[in-house]
């Protein structure tokens, strides 16, 4: 009798326990996906917010170069995602800059 009344509190755990294995796998193969992509080049965050771009990469570490000629290195693991360069933020800056050129040849 106490199995049936106990059987619905099972059944919750279980599904429970199963979609929170389910986006830990997830998470877990975008992190290996993003460390398969690596290469030399691209600008990454850390894991500690650090801004770097990748001078060289072995299987467990990556060279960081986090100002010019000040290179570090770091594992793998440390590496938090990718930086994806904005264009449109380069296109915005020159048309500002031509806005204020123009409105200072007026006076």
């Not at 600008?43 to 771009?53: E, I, P, Y």
């Not at 467990?60 to 793998?76: F, H, N, Y």
């Amino acid at each position: 009798m106490e199995i049936v009344t106990l059987l619905p509190l099972f059944i919750i755990l279980g599904a429970f326990m199963f979609f929170a294995s389910r986006r830990q796998r997830k998470a877990m193969q975008a992190t290996i996906d993003l460390h398969e992509s690596l290469s030399i080049g691209d600008r990454v965050h850390t894991t500690s917010g650090l801004q770097a771009t990748i001078t060289a990469i072995t299987d467990d570490t990556v060279d960081l170069e986090i100002a010019p000629g000040v290179v570090t290195t770091w594992m793998k693991l440390a590496i938090r995602d990718k930086i994806e360069p904005d264009f449109d933020t380069e296109s915005a800056a020159t048309e500002i800059t031509d806005s204020d050129t123009s409105n200072d040849q007026g006076r």
